[in-house]
């Protein structure tokens, strides 16, 4: 390439200085320009953190500034369709954490906003972005472990305790299903690359923390009788695997959407022996940076569209509507 694509960060939330910014500065063909926070202090704090050139004040002064050819907007999920739109018109190509919006209907308005501007929109999922996901379609694809049956997946952490986080309001865009519950069945779509016909959820509404779901455990029904059965929650044991059944062996996925200091590896599981799968290190968020800065600067296609994102938000909406109503929802 040329050049970098040239980024600005709309806020300072945890993720984006945990993992976002470190891992656009590690990739190839970015650079983190600019960040921005109501709070000026804080944005020139992160910014002499993360040796970043402009700190601004407001959201508005970094979409104002030329230099910046796309945004990362880490806001809180009430807040993503405002600031995604309002990128899109300022014609900087937009990268939104997850979930993309409240509702599908949400995402449809964004990506609307993003195509009459011509930029890119891209949904922050970037464990896809990580070379294990290609080798696992491909075991899939080739027959590996012969015809898919099932999918299995988990999402939980514990951080009840800190009750005035974001996630736990309610108007917010608050819960596990938005949280993590988003990851087991984006990945099971992805995997299957098929849609759901039908869920049903149950989920643990806690009045400590604004009635938002804490706890979701759900079925999600696909064609060929294949199902996801999955299980979210923000008041129980980190864990993260996921499990890929099939009729003459299985993939196992230890940390399906976190990658360990430990390693980048799966199991296939077949005849009675599990082989582990060693896939070279990676860095999900370089690599979904770079496919981003290859997409902008040099036209290739965009593996992952905001078709695929608003998909995701009607699976959710469903997810939501079950748990709240104890009823299955056909899609």
Not at 152 to 174: E, L
Request: glycine content about 6%; charged content about 25%; overall charge negative.
């Amino acid at each position: 390439m040329s050049r970098k694509l040239k980024w600005g960060i709309l806020g300072c939330a945890s993720i984006a200085k945990r993992a976002v910014i470190p891992g656009l500065q590690q990739s190839k063909f970015n650079e983190v320009s600019a960040i921005a926070s109501r709070d000026i202090d804080k944005s020139k704090s992160t910014a002499e953190e993360f040796n970043i050139s402009k700190a601004y004040g407001s959201y508005e002064a970094l979409l104002e500034d030329p230099d910046i050819d796309a945004v990362y907007i880490p806001l809180p999920n009430h807040l993503h369709k405002e600031w995604s739109i309002r990128a899109a018109e300022a014609g900087k190509h937009i990268l939104c954490e997850k979930p993309l919006a409240l509702t599908a209907s949400e995402a449809a308005e964004m990506a609307e906003a993003a195509a009459k501007a011509g930029v890119i929109l891209s949904e922050a999922f970037m464990y896809r972005y990580h070379p294990r996901y290609d080798m696992i379609k491909d075991l899939l694809n080739s027959g590996s472990i012969g015809q898919i049956r099932a999918i299995h997946s988990s999402f939980t952490f514990n951080n009840a305790a800190d009750a005035q986080n974001v996630r736990y309001r309610k108007d917010w865009g608050g819960g596990s299903i938005y949280d993590v519950g988003c990851y087991p069945i984006h990945a099971a779509r992805l995997l299957l690359d098929q849609e759901p016909e039908a869920v049903t959820v149950q989920a643990f509404f806690s009045s400590e923390h604004d009635d938002v779901d804490m706890m979701a455990s759900g079925l999600i029904e696909f064609g060929n009788a294949v199902s996801l059965t999955f299980d979210c929650g923000m008041w129980a044991a980190f864990r993260n695997p996921l499990e890929v059944l099939g009729t003459e062996g299985s993939i196992e996925v230890p940390h399906a959407y976190t990658i360990p200091s430990g390693g980048d590896h799966f199991y296939l599981n077949k005849n009675g022996e599990r082989q582990q799968i060693t896939v070279t290190k990676a860095n999900a968020y370089s690599e979904q940076g770079d496919h981003l800065a290859d997409v902008i600067l040099n036209n290739v296609p965009l593996r992952f569209g905001t078709e695929d994102a608003i998909s995701n938000m009607k699976v959710i909406d469903a997810c939501l509507l079950s748990a709240r109503e104890r009823i299955r929802v056909t899609l």
